[in-house]
C-alpha cells in the first residue's frame, strides 16, 4: 500500500463546522486504499483509549450501527471485533482482527463478513501532551457493487469523516476529564 499526501485547504461535506481544516487527506483509489491526518485537542492515551472502546461506537461513529467484541487479549483490548456499518442504501456486518502497540498505534484485518477485505492501522504521535497528530491508513475492497455517484461519496468521505468523529469523541473526552470536581 503506497500513499501520496496532498494538503486539504478545507471541508465542510457532512463534518461539524466547528471541526478544523484536515493536515493530510489522500481520496479512496479504486482499489480502495486512503490516509487521513487531523490534530486531536486530547492525549494519545485518551486517543487510544477512546478508538478502542468499540462498544461505544454506535454513539459517536455515525456509520456504526453496532459494534459487540468477540474476542479479548488479556490485558482487556478487542481483540476480534463484529460491526454492522449502516452505508445508507445497504447495511454490512464485518469482523475485524486487531493488533496493537498500546498507546501508539492500532491495525486490523477483516476476518469475516459482507466486505472482502478491509486493512488499515491507527498512529498516534505526540505532539504536546494534550495534542495528537492522529493519522489512519485503510485499504477497502468491498467485495459487492455499488453506484458510481454513491462510490464517490464514500470514497471521498468514509475515512475523513470517521477520523473526524473519533477526533470530537476523543477531545469531549477530555473536556469531560478535565471538569472540576472529577
Known sequence: MSFQSNRAENYSEGVASCLPPAIDSLPMSLSGAQMFTTEVLASVPLCFATITDFERYPAWFSAVAAARVLERYRNGL??????????????IRYVLAYKYDKPRALSWESIGGDVESIQGDYQFEKITPSITRATCRQEIALGFWVPGPVRKIMEGQALRQSVLELKVAAEAAALRADKPGR
Open 78 to 91: 478487542g481483540k476480534r471485533v463484529e460491526f454492522t456499518a449502516d452505508l445508507r442504501l445497504k447495511s
